[in-house]
């Protein structure tokens, strides 16, 4: 099978995730080459093509969805601008990778996920944390019962956004209604790799807290008001039996660990790293009753780090579903499902009243 041909939509030259994660992951990746980018203006679309070796580029991402030179179309924007990149995609029939959240709210994630479904195409949603070859490996020691009957997890899972200062391009995450804040990014990648380790969730409550009510943006001098959560705390009950209690925090010193810790009538294993933007953006070590265990080989070719690291291997893992004709990655229908639990965190934060799943 010819190489499966990527663009990227959101891929500016100097200031993007698609630069520090989603192009070195496809040079790395198997069978994937990338053959188009997007960018709003003319002088950053051209500047990006040059720089990544894209043969393409293009200013409305419409026109990049509808290529002939594209197979597969990366949406890295910002969460409010994915409906109608994802929508273009799939009429043009292009396979789909976009980053999480997928929409701004259940409602926009569940029409996607069925539009998704109806074309027909491969779809993988940006859950890169729960594709680390560390958290694939913990799942493993954990289906084949080596903690033995689960009892509990403690999770910490914070990252240095969400102080009480960003850039002017940022400022949007304080807006409830964009779906993209702290509950929604780095709570949707942290409850899905719980629920990767303990199974589904059954029922969950919560507390939230905005600790920074008034945010100046560093560029413009401005001071706007934060709407959304910067401090959140979840408890659970999980389909294994086990209870976990999870903190996503915002505001920490950019060296803050993130830690996993599973414990079984058998023995502990914790998942351990950190990153500035969050654990999904940087590599883990598993350790089993305080030991390193070794990773199994990842999917992805090796050669990456940061960011990209996880995100080579969603990538190495779509193109061997669309090579394949199977379907293992995360999909739209999972990040359906993801984007539901989320909204009933935040209805337990909102009502004080604990939230039983089906």
Same mark, same amino acid.
């Given at each position: 099978?010819?190489?499966?041909? #990527?663009?990227?939509?959101?891929?500016?030259?100097?200031?993007?995730?698609? +630069?520090?994660?989603?192009?070195?992951?496809?040079?790395?990746?198997?069978?994937?080459?990338?053959?188009?980018?997007?960018?709003?203006?003319?002088?950053?679309?051209?500047?990006?093509?040059?720089?990544?070796?894209?043969?393409?580029?293009?200013?409305?991402?419409?026109?990049?969805?509808?290529?002939?030179?594209?197979?597969?179309?990366?949406?890295?924007?910002?969460?409010?601008?994915?409906?109608?990149?994802?929508?273009?995609?799939?009429?043009?029939?292009?396979?789909?990778?976009?980053?999480? =959240?997928?929409?701004?709210?259940?409602?926009?994630?569940?029409?996607?996920?069925?539009?998704?479904?109806?074309?027909?195409?491969?779809?993988?949603?940006?859950?890169?944390?729960?594709?680390?070859?560390?958290?694939?490996?913990? +799942?493993?020691?954990?289906?084949?019962?080596?903690?033995?009957?689960?009892?509990?997890?403690?999770?910490?899972? $914070?990252?240095?956004?969400?102080?009480?200062?960003?850039?002017?391009?940022?400022?949007?995450?304080?807006? =409830?209604?964009?779906?993209?804040?702290?509950?929604?990014?780095?709570?949707?990648?942290?409850?899905?790799?719980?629920?990767?380790?303990?199974?589904?969730?059954?029922?969950?409550?919560?507390?939230?807290?905005?600790?920074?009510?008034?945010?100046?943006?560093?560029?413009?001098?401005?001071? #706007?008001?934060? $709407?959304?959560?910067?401090?959140?705390?979840?408890?659970?009950?999980?389909?294994?039996?086990?209870?976990?209690?999870?903190?996503?925090?915002?505001?920490?010193?950019?060296?803050?660990?993130?830690?996993?810790?599973?414990?079984?009538?058998?023995?502990?294993?914790?998942?351990?790293?950190?990153?500035?933007?969050?654990?999904?953006?940087?590599?883990?070590?598993?350790?089993?009753?305080?030991?390193?265990?070794?990773?199994?080989?990842?999917?992805?070719?090796?050669?990456?780090?940061?960011?990209?690291?996880?995100?080579?291997?969603?990538?190495?893992?779509?193109? +061997?579903?669309?090579?394949?004709?199977?379907? $293992?990655?995360?999909?739209?229908?999972?990040?359906?499902?993801?984007?539901?639990?989320?909204?009933?965190?935040?209805?337990?934060?909102?009502?004080?009243?604990?939230?039983?799943?089906?």
């Amino acid at each position: 099978m010819r190489e499966i041909r #990527v663009g990227v939509v959101g891929a500016h030259p100097l200031r993007s995730w698609a +630069r520090d994660s989603h192009i070195p992951a496809i040079a790395q990746a198997p069978g994937l080459t990338l053959s188009a980018v997007a960018t709003r203006g003319e002088d950053s679309a051209r500047s990006a093509a040059q720089a990544y070796g894209a043969a393409h580029w293009f200013t409305d991402a419409a026109a990049l969805c509808a290529s002939d030179a594209v197979d597969l179309v990366a949406v890295c924007v910002k969460v409010p601008e994915h409906d109608a990149v994802v929508r273009a995609a799939l009429a043009a029939g292009k396979h789909l990778y976009c980053e999480w =959240p997928l929409g701004r709210s259940v409602e926009e994630a569940d029409a996607l996920a069925a539009a998704a479904e109806q074309a027909g195409v491969h779809h993988a949603v940006g859950l890169q944390g729960s594709a680390s070859p560390a958290v694939r490996r913990a +799942r493993a020691l954990i289906g084949q019962g080596r903690l033995g009957r689960l009892l509990s997890a403690r999770v910490v899972s $914070t990252t240095a956004g969400y102080a009480a200062q960003l850039p002017s391009a940022y400022a949007y995450l304080n807006d =409830p209604s964009n779906g993209a804040n702290l509950t929604t990014i780095l709570g949707g990648h942290t409850l899905d790799l719980v629920e990767r380790l303990l199974g589904g969730a059954e029922a969950l409550a919560a507390l939230a807290a905005i600790q920074h009510p008034v945010v100046r943006l560093t560029d413009t001098g401005e001071v #706007v008001a934060r $709407t959304t959560p910067d401090q959140v705390f979840v408890t659970g009950r999980f389909a294994t039996g086990c209870i976990a209690s999870i903190e996503v925090g915002g505001d920490r010193p950019a060296d803050t660990p993130f830690t996993c810790e599973v414990i079984g009538t058998e023995g502990m294993l914790r998942l351990l790293g950190g990153h500035p933007h969050g654990f999904q953006a940087g590599e883990l070590a598993l350790e089993v009753d305080g030991v390193a265990e070794p990773l199994d080989a990842p999917v992805a070719v090796g050669g990456l780090g940061g960011a990209a690291a996880n995100v080579g291997e969603v990538y190495a893992m779509l193109a +061997r579903d669309i090579g394949d004709g199977v379907r $293992t990655v995360a999909d739209f229908a999972h990040a359906a499902r993801l984007t539901r639990r989320i909204a009933a965190v935040t209805r337990a934060a909102q009502t004080g009243v604990r939230q039983t799943l089906v």
